[in-house]
């Protein structure tokens, strides 16, 4: 007797497709092999798991080839017979096969099923479908209730509260009921407090959070230019900026120079981040082109197009004011003294053999001993002539008759000639007993005072304030209104980068010398800035690769936006920061007694 194997396949469709084969063999074996007469793709068959056999006697019989059994009407047997007058079924994974005499042939059909085939008729006797409302009205109720507690209710709320004064500190709790519910994240580090009082920024319901509130609290920000300037130096929008621009004001929203323009907010509980390179780039790359006006070169990348650095100095003796160098220029520095820095950088020289000799030294002279860092860590104190110059500087001018010694007050010229008058005018011992000092250190030499007292033959103020007087060592003379002997102001501007920030603590690796020329000036006129190209030996511009020397460096590295001298100012610009006015000229004379007093 024969076999006709017949597969059924449905579609996805649901349309049922037949296949049919006859098979000569009076045997067919069934796995996952592809030699088996029967081919099933389950890997919960063997590859070699039954075979079906007809018996002479038109009975069939079916055995497990493998360790693994099968099913047969329901149950799990190793062997077993089947009539295929009455049919029977044979489980194999998710094949079944069905047993049935068709004439004088045996029909085997193979069908696949469902794992979860009759399970849904078997659960659906315990649904709760009959006892609940429908899925319509659920969603109308649900949608009722959210029209209710998350709009209605925060709307009526804030229609019907005391409006109440910003409150930075965040101590005022909000009064608008529920909503918490339209927050589309949690607020920044600094405006953490303010979570709990929506209504501190939002002020006007379903409206863009405007400039004035933002100013009742940051009062001290100032403006990074004149707002119609701002507008002019911006570069033109794109049209679809432009339409996205006028959709946004129609719904109370301020123009691209507003502050929620550039501070975003509910990003998360992190910090503002600062602008990118492109957020300064798109203003200054051409600037020149908009604010055809501008003193400001175009920059773009520090590492690739930048301007030469362009510092404050005083470029006259008791200027008012200081100003800033000309592109290009070597500045020449009007300070009020004289002061060669290479002799005291000089480890061999005899500035660094008396530092050697003194006690509070040691070694030879370093910018340290001279230069002191501020509390802030970023600028440095004034020089005092008491700390950093007597110890080789003698201002000694005589002996007190209990012991110890006298000496000439530094900075005011009224107790210099109080001083000088006290002075004997008899004979100057000797150095050393039965010693005289040869050479330039002897006692017809100018050096002299500066190992004794500060008077060679001359005990007059005059003489102490012309050249080749004991204060003209390091101070320029001059003659005051009146025609008397005078001296220079020391001017030095407060900080001589003034629209950009340095912080010399992250720089204390390095020494001084790598960006400051000390060891070669020779005189204080020279102004010891660093240029550019020190600068990007390890900063480069923002897209650079961070390795241990490169550094990459955004605009806001050194750049604040607000203010020209941004964070780093000890005292707060006032609000809409403007540039004092220049300074009436006046005669020398003039400007030395004005800086006396």
Known sequence: MTFLIRT??????????????????????????????????DLAVEQHHILIDALPDGMVSVTALGTLGFGLDGAVVTEGTIDPRTGGEIALGSAR????REGEQIAVTIRQVAEDEGKHDALRGFALASVLPSKRAMSWALAGAILLMLLMVPVASHLLRTPAKPDPTGKTPGVVLMDSAWTSGELSLKHHSLENNCESCHVNAFESVQDETCLSCHKDTGDHAPMGRLAKGM?????????????????????????????????????????????????????????????????????????????????????AKPVRAAPGTVPVERSGLKFPHDVHMNARGGAARMAVSLKQYGKPLECADCHVLTADRISFKEVNMEQSCEACHSLVSGRIAGGGFTKLRHGDLKHLAEDLAKISTGPRPALAPGRQRPG?????????????????????????????????????????????ADLMPVNFPDRFLSSGYFNHEAHKKQECTDCHAATTSKA????LMPDLKSCRTCHLGASAVKTKKIVPSDCAMCHAYH?????????????????????????????????RK
């Open 8 to 41: 059924l396949d449905i579609t996805a469709s649901g349309r049922e497709i037949r296949r049919e084969r006859p098979s000569p063999a009076p045997t067919l074996t069934v796995g996952r092999a592809a030699e088996n007469d029967i081919h099933l793709a």
């Open 97 to 100: 096969l069905v047993v049935t």
């Open 235 to 319: 570069p033109a929008l794109s049209a679809g900026d432009a339409i996205q621009w006028k959709i946004g004001e129609s719904l109370g929203k301020e123009g691209p120079l507003g502050c929620v323009s550039c501070h975003s907010e509910h990003e998360g509980p992190v910090r503002t981040a600062s602008g990118n390179e492109a957020f300064c780039s798109n203003c200054h790359d051409s600037l020149d082109t908009r604010l055809t006006d501008t003193q400001l070169a175009n920059a773009h990348d520090f590492g690739k197009a930048h301007p030469q650095f362009r510092p404050l100095y005083f470029a006259s003796f008791g200027a």
């Open 440 to 484: 330039q250190l002897g006692s017809a030499s100018p050096y002299r005072a500066d190992f004794g007292r500060p008077v060679r033959a001359y005990i007059g103020i005059s003489n102490a304030l012309s050249t080749g007087g004991v204060c003209t060592e390091c101070h320029l003379p001059t003659t005051g209104p009146s025609g008397q």
């Open 524 to 527: 204080a006129s020279d102004l």
């Open 563 to 595: 203010v020209p001298s941004g964070q780093w100012q000890q005292k707060g610009p006032a609000p809409h920061y403007r540039p004092p006015p220049l300074p009436v000229a006046t005669p020398p004379p003039a400007k030395v007694a004005q800086m």
